[in-house]
């Protein structure tokens, strides 16, 4: 393949192959060739002219050098585009569209004769009559209407200046919004990409953890409760309710039993399933983030529907005033000048780009949001609802004791309640499996059944045809009828006096107790102490856990309410009375039992720990491991509100100024048609600005 090397540098070089050479695939395809030289850190591509810049380290330069070389310009590699060069190419492409279109406007202006330009001009304005007779033949006033009547009444005067002036201004306002959009979806997509690492793979009756890359198709892996569905598959033994939210936005669990398809994305809310492969790592779970992120569009804050159905409500007024001013003069060029400016254009384009803008910049702070209503349901939010564990506690709770008892010892009692909980995405499970890892304690093989796990109770099999269960004191001594030791809670008292506690029962007999610290998050007060300055009225606290657990913590965040021992069903009747009494209720939660309470709230965030069926329910995903993110969101929505709102006014204050100047006949057609358009390029540029000063750090 023909290159020129135009710059050549240590740690730099640039190729330039040609204008339009490559399709992007092979684009992508090349990088990730070059990608693959030792030493090369970074590799950019240019559309414009075919060319690649590599940065590179060491003596990388002969490799790259040989690796161009080995290019066969009619046998391309090619290749995805990963996430860094998606965004490039979408920069690079709105740049070269935004130069091309201002260069051929000023280049027909400057070579081409009049009479020339006017032919060009009808013929563009053809689309804009098509989009407005076909809104009419649906009966709807709407701003393509306008618009069309606005474009084509200049062309009747023989006003093609003004004509022109008006389509180049509603091309750029499209470009600006089609690029806003795309580059919105494609950091959601990046953020949305939350996939399983390992799985667990069933051969010959054992079950092995392996990354998800090294699954082939026809392998079998067994998903349980809680747990992500890492890839498409076919159900072949099991029986589950699936949440499908991540893939169809609706909420309603699924049943899911042997022969049902299941799709990577989704959650295994209750019940087991054995899963035979049908498409590997990467051929299925990005479809699913694409739809979501898609789908996400139609999610709208009540404010952007608000804002459509009032931009197409002043068309009929715009057109009313031209039809007044035109039957008052009987002068159309006057009359045009009221034509020439509305409020439609700039509200329907100004509050979908802010609030795709915002949701971008939620994801540069790792923060997910699925839709654009549940950011206008976080700026209304007046109670915020806390899980405990793993939310307000800490995401890394530890082992502090484990007590044995009837004659089991203290290693026999975590190793054995390790392997059963391994397979759980909860922290307690979690701290259980990392103790047990800590002291060296491992289990060569599966030395139990099939394991059921209970929802906000604990984890059921059987162990050498024993009954074994692992979970609260609630679950073992009143639901599993174990008799408790006689002095068991002074002595855990005494032993773990601040400690969460879960219980091993073997054969309906206590084996141990594995006391947790589970203790709160530096940052917890302060976040607390914050939210309420933002506004927060209420602040409560529910948990599973003791009520002496509850009220200690409750006393050190300065919580207005709190309740303990609460099962899932009871959080989300806790979160639906709220909502009864006329709150609007933000639930913050990590675990399959606050799926529910979840699923309730007006609108609700899982934080990083969370398990899968959490996040996928959750409307906003957390990335990061702290609480500040609640203040970040809570930022970003409270300033996005007022960023419409004040868009709204300045959009109705302008535009009515340039309406009654026109009327009055003061202000020009053409003039006003400029400094419309131009208002309206102005404000969607500005509400695409972040809302929040750019993080330290970047």
């Avoid at 009049?114 to 809104?135: D, H, S």
């Avoid at 087991?272 to 979501?292: K, N, W």
């Avoid at 384009?349 to 540069?364: G, H, I, N, Q, Y």
Wanted: charged content about 25%; glycine content about 8%.
């Amino acid at each position: 393949m023909y290159y020129e090397i135009v710059h050549d540098r240590p740690g730099r070089i640039r190729f330039r192959c040609g204008k339009w050479l490559f399709s992007e695939d092979e684009a992508n395809g090349v990088i990730a060739r070059l990608k693959e030289v030792e030493g090369v850190a970074e590799v950019r591509y240019r559309e414009a002219n075919g060319g690649f810049l590599v940065l590179f380290s060491g003596k990388a330069r002969p490799g790259i050098i040989a690796a161009m070389d080995s290019l066969d310009v009619m046998h391309l590699p090619t290749a995805a585009p990963d996430a860094a060069s998606s965004a490039e190419a979408l920069d690079n492409r709105f740049q070269l569209q935004l130069i091309k279109a201002v260069g051929k406007r000023f280049a027909r202006r400057l070579l081409l004769p009049p009479q020339v330009r006017a032919v060009l001009v009808v013929l563009r304005a053809l689309r804009y009559g098509k989009e407005g007779l076909r809104a009419l033949a649906h009966g709807k006033l709407s701003v393509e209407v306008l618009d069309m009547t606005a474009i084509w009444m200049s062309i009747f005067q023989r006003d093609f200046a003004t004509a022109g002036l008006v389509m180049f201004l509603l091309h750029i306002s499209d470009l600006l919004t089609d690029y806003t959009h795309a580059r919105s979806n494609l950091a959601l997509r990046q953020n949305l990409a939350i996939c399983a690492e390992t799985v667990w793979v069933v051969h010959e009756g054992v079950e092995v953890e392996i990354p998800v890359e090294d699954v082939a198709v026809g392998d079998v892996v067994r998903v349980r409760s809680g747990s992500l569905v890492p890839l498409d598959g076919t159900v072949v033994d099991g029986e589950a309710e699936v949440n499908e939210a991540s893939m169809t936005g609706e909420s309603t669990l699924v049943h899911k039993d042997a022969g049902s398809t299941v799709f990577a994305g989704t959650a295994v809310d209750e019940g087991s399933l054995l899963i035979e492969v049908t498409a590997q790592a990467g051929d299925s779970r990005l479809d699913g983030i694409v739809s979501l992120v898609e789908n996400s569009a139609g999610r709208k804050a009540e404010i952007q529907s608000r804002a459509e159905r009032l931009a197409d409500g002043v068309v009929p007024i715009s057109l009313g005033l031209f039809l007044l001013k035109w039957g008052i003069t009987r002068d159309l060029a006057s009359a045009m000048s009221v034509l020439m400016v509305d409020y439609s254009c700039a509200i329907k384009l100004s509050t979908p780009v802010a609030v795709m803008s915002a949701m971008r910049e939620a994801t540069k702070r790792e923060v997910v949001v699925k839709g654009g209503k549940y950011l206008e349901a976080l700026a209304r939010a007046d109670t915020i609802v806390f899980d405990k564990t793993g939310t307000l506690t800490n995401a890394c709770p530890r082992v502090v004791n484990v007590i044995e008892f009837n004659g089991w010892t203290a290693d026999e009692v975590l190793r054995t309640a390790a392997c059963l909980e391994e397979h759980f995405p909860h922290s307690m499970a979690r701290a259980i499996v990392r103790s047990a890892e800590e002291r060296g304690l491992y289990h060569a093989e599966e030395e139990h059944a099939e394991v059921e796990y209970i929802v906000a109770h604990g984890i059921v099999t059987s162990i050498a045809g024993k009954r074994a269960c692992v979970g609260s004191a609630h679950f073992i001594f009143e639901d599993e009828a174990v008799p408790e030791p006689d002095g068991l809670v002074e002595r855990i008292n005494r032993e773990a006096p601040t400690a969460s506690t879960v219980y091993l029962a073997v054969d309906g007999v206590l084996c141990g107790a594995i006391c947790i610290s589970d203790p709160l998050r530096p940052e917890s007060a302060e976040v607390v102490r914050q939210l309420r300055e933002r506004g927060f009225e209420h602040i409560v606290m529910l948990t599973g856990d003791s009520e002496n657990c509850a009220r200690t913590i409750a006393g050190k965040l300065g919580l207005d309410e709190w309740h303990a021992q609460v099962l899932p069903e009871d959080k989300a009747a806790y979160v639906e009375d709220l909502k009864r009494r006329g709150h609007t209720v933000l639930m913050v939660g990590d675990g399959i039992n606050d799926s529910p309470a979840l699923a309730a709230a007006d609108v609700s965030i899982a934080l990083s720990d969370a398990s899968d069926i959490a996040r996928s329910v959750a409307d906003i995903a957390v990335l990061t491991a702290s609480l500040r993110a609640l203040l970040t969101m809570r930022d970003i929505a409270v300033r996005l509100m007022r960023r419409v709102n004040d868009s709204y006014a300045f959009i109705v204050t302008f535009n009515t100024a340039l309406i009654i100047l026109g009327f009055a006949g003061i202000l020009p057609a053409s003039t006003g048609a400029m400094l419309h358009n131009a208002s309206t390029v102005g404000i969607v540029g500005r509400n695409m600005r972040p809302l929040l000063p750019e993080p330290e750090g970047q």
